[in-house]
């Protein structure tokens, strides 16, 4: 076999995904809802809405790194007690 199914090349073994640099990996919905402790429908709304940068890849929503943290921190108010 020479490496290809039905004519396509195999797919590699999947891995998360990750940018050089200072962007950092890209987190899933799942990861950012529970960083934020929210639901991941309220992750949806965040990057349907804008209020959260994002990227496609492919159909899924992927969020850098850097964004959350850039999000968390225009966003935090104060510290309750």
């Known amino acids: 076999m020479d490496?290809?199914?039905?004519?396509f090349p195999e797919?590699?073994?999947s891995?998360?995904?990750e940018f050089s640099g200072s962007h950092g990996r890209l987190l899933t919905?799942?990861?950012?809802?529970?960083?934020?402790?929210v639901s991941r429908a309220t992750v949806y709304n965040l990057?349907?809405?804008g209020a959260l940068p994002h990227?496609?890849?492919?159909?899924?929503?992927?969020?850098?790194?850097s964004s959350l943290e850039?999000?968390?921190?225009?966003?935090?108010?104060?510290a309750r007690s």
């Open 55 to 65: 990227l496609r890849v492919s159909n899924a929503i992927r969020v850098r790194q």
């Open 3 to 7: 490496g290809h199914v039905d004519g």
């Open 11 to 13: 797919k590699p073994p």
């Open 70 to 78: 850039s999000y968390l921190a225009e966003n935090a108010g104060p």
């Open 15 to 17: 891995a998360p995904l």
């Open 29 to 37: 919905v799942s990861e950012v809802a529970e960083r934020l402790s």
């Open 47 to 49: 990057t349907s809405c």
